[in-house]
Structures are given as structure tokens and as C-alpha cells.
């Protein structure tokens, strides 16, 4: 891969401020929507961003191939499970608050892989980049300011929806590590839609939803540029400089996410928050350092 230009780092750290930005516009987009509905609503205007841009550039999609049931399964676990178990956590935590949470995905999808690779084993250094971690996850627990008895459910249910992107990676890892990066996106996303539709129309009432403009503008961002266009870019990014530069955006997530939390949702920062965010990002860059 080529060395990595000013271009180059620029589109990462926009990646991430994009990324990064999708936690405050979930929380406001959440105070009109229910969970199903706002992730339903967010994949469709990914889908249908990731369905064109894969239509112009003549991106055969394999949703509905003979391996449907291993997209399938991604779509559920990788796009639907936690875009629905982060509008609901999202509610009752700050914004920030959820995208520290979410960037502990490569400690778990480091334990995962120890136990379902077999290239991928955990060593000393790796454990500790682990223990490291959940200390740091430890310690936001220990902040009543911003976690207490009244919350503490619905930011572990963030971490359970953090869990499921690394069982979903797994799973990519071991059936669909040679398919089209795009492909895989596109076709995952399509069943997240399918799975979302009726769980939207059984257990909410989507048709009679009565959102703000501000919360609407927020979920039309959420799909059409925090996840589809996201996703394109990551795609562009990683075809270019290839997969340890990209996923460098893991370390720009939770700061773009607590910048706007507290710039624009004037939420509240405490020094335990970035002792938290410190630790917890100096155990990511440990565990990849030595995911050989």
C-alpha cells in the first residue's frame, strides 16, 4: 500500500469526525423515534446510498446468492442488533458516553478471536491491552456523575451492542474475508432492512410517529452520510492504504464523539471520563501493536 498523504490522513480524520458525529445525532433523532424504527429508517437511507453508488460502479450485490444465510446473519448481528440496542442505551446516557463504550470492539473482537481463529491468539501484551481496557470501562462505572443506579442497564447494553460488531467481524473473518468489501456492506445492509421492517411494525407504531424537523434531519444524517457514505469512504480508504491505516479511525471515534456531545449537546465532562478515554485508547493501540 502506499504511504499515507495529507490527502489520505485528512479522509481518516473526516471518517472519524463522521463516525464520531453519529452519537449525538442517534440521541436527538431517539427523542422522536422509537429503537426499531430509528434504525430502520437510518438502514433504508443507507441501503439505498450503498445501492446506487454500487449500481454506478457496476457492484454485483450477493444478497440473495446461495450465501444468504451467512449475509444474512451479519446483517443481523453486524447492522440490526446493535443499531437497535444503541437507540435504546442512548436514551438514558450521554452521547459521549456511548461512543467510548462502542470503542472497546477490538478488546472483545480480540477474545473472540482467541477463541474462534486460529491465527489470531491473544499474547501477554494483548492481555494486558485487554485487562487494560475493561479498566478503563470499569472506571466510567465508578463515575456517578455521569453512570448510576438509574442507567447503569442501558450503557451495558451499548457494550452487549459493541459485542455483537465483534461477533459480526468474526463471522466476516471466517466466510466472507474474500468477498468485496462493498458487496458485504450492501448485502448486509439489505438484511438488517428485512429483519427491521417487521420488528419495526409488530412491537412500535412507525406510521403514527410524530418527529421534530431536527430529530427527522438527524436520522436522514445517521443513513445517508454517517452510515452509507461512511462506509464508502471507509471503503475508499481502505482499498488505498489498506486495513491498519483504516482502522486508526478506532482512535479518532470517541474523541469527535465528545467533542460533539459536549459542543453541541452541552453535556457534561468529568476528569474520570478522560482518565477513562486515555486508558481506554492506549489499551486499543496495545492489543493492535501486537495482533500479530
Avoid at 53 to 59: A, E, L, N, V
Avoid at 78 to 94: C, M, R, T, W, Y
Avoid at 152 to 180: E, H, N, P, Q, R
Avoid at 216 to 245: C, D, E, H, P, Q
Wanted: aromatic share 16%; with cysteine; hydrophobic share 55%.
Amino acid at each position: 500500500m502506499k504511504e499515507a498523504k495529507t490527502q489520505d490522513v485528512t479522509l481518516l480524520v473526516l471518517l472519524g469526525a463522521i463516525w464520531g458525529s453519529s452519537f449525538f445525532n442517534i440521541k436527538i433523532a431517539a427523542q422522536s423515534f422509537e429503537p426499531y424504527t430509528l434504525a430502520l429508517i437510518r438502514v433504508f437511507f443507507s441501503a439505498l446510498f450503498l445501492l446506487v453508488f454500487s449500481f454506478f460502479y457496476k457492484i454485483r450485490i450477493n444478497a440473495f446468492s446461495n450465501d444468504w444465510k451467512i449475509y444474512a446473519l451479519v446483517g443481523l448481528c453486524n447492522i440490526a442488533i446493535p443499531f437497535s440496542l444503541i437507540a435504546v442505551g442512548i436514551n438514558k446516557v450521554e452521547s459521549y458516553l456511548a461512543s467510548i463504550l462502542m470503542s472497546t470492539t477490538p478488546l472483545t473482537g480480540s477474545i473472540l478471536a482467541h477463541i474462534f481463529t486460529k491465527n489470531e491468539k491473544i499474547t501477554f501484551f494483548k492481555s494486558i491491552g485487554i485487562i487494560l481496557g475493561f479498566t478503563g470501562v470499569l472506571l466510567l462505572f465508578f463515575d456517578k456523575l455521569i453512570l448510576n443506579e438509574s442507567n447503569y442497564f442501558f450503557a451495558l447494553i451499548i457494550l452487549v451492542g459493541s459485542t455483537f460488531y465483534s461477533i459480526a467481524g468474526i463471522i466476516i473473518l471466517k466466510k466472507l474475508k474474500d468477498d468485496s468489501n462493498l458487496n458485504v456492506t450492501t448485502s448486509t445492509m439489505i438484511w438488517a432492512l428485512i429483519f427491521l421492517f417487521p420488528l419495526s411494525f409488530i412491537f412500535e407504531d412507525p406510521i403514527n410517529s410524530t418527529p421534530t424537523l431536527v430529530s427527522m434531519l438527524s436520522l436522514v444524517y445517521l443513513g445517508s452520510v454517517a452510515t452509507g457514505f461512511a462506509w464508502w469512504l471507509r471503503f475508499k480508504i481502505l482499498i488505498k492504504n489498506g486495513l491498519v491505516f483504516q482502522t486508526q479511525v478506532a482512535y479518532l471515534i470517541p474523541i469527535f464523539g465528545i467533542l460533539f456531545g459536549v459542543l453541541v449537546l452541552k453535556e457534561q465532562i468529568t476528569w474520570k471520563v478522560l482518565v477513562s478515554l486515555i486508558i481506554i485508547m492506549s489499551s486499543i493501540y496495545i492489543v493492535k501493536k501486537y495482533n500479530k
